[in-house]
């Protein structure tokens, strides 16, 4: 028997999931780094600076923030 799931049901699709994914990965690795910086005694004369765009291009989860990108006026 295969069960059918409506798309509220099955989960965020391919992009949204691949997005989730980049800011798992960061969120496991950002401390890693920040360990080899500390290991290398290099943490307290380093900065780490992480940048991000200004939203979605993309109808997607947005945390309750309006609008998305807007490409091409």
Do not use: C, H, W
Not at 12 to 33: E, F, G, Q, W
Not at 40 to 56: Q, Y
């Amino acid at each position: 028997m295969m069960l059918r799931l409506s798309r509220s049901q099955a989960g965020p699709d391919n992009t949204t999931s691949r997005i989730y994914a980049m800011v798992k990965n960061l969120d496991d690795n950002l401390p890693r780094l920040l360990a080899r910086l500390d290991g290398l005694k290099l943490r307290e004369n380093t900065i780490v600076i992480f940048m991000t765009d200004n939203g979605a291009q993309q109808e997607r989860f947005n945390a309750g923030l309006r609008g998305r990108k807007v490409v091409g006026l």
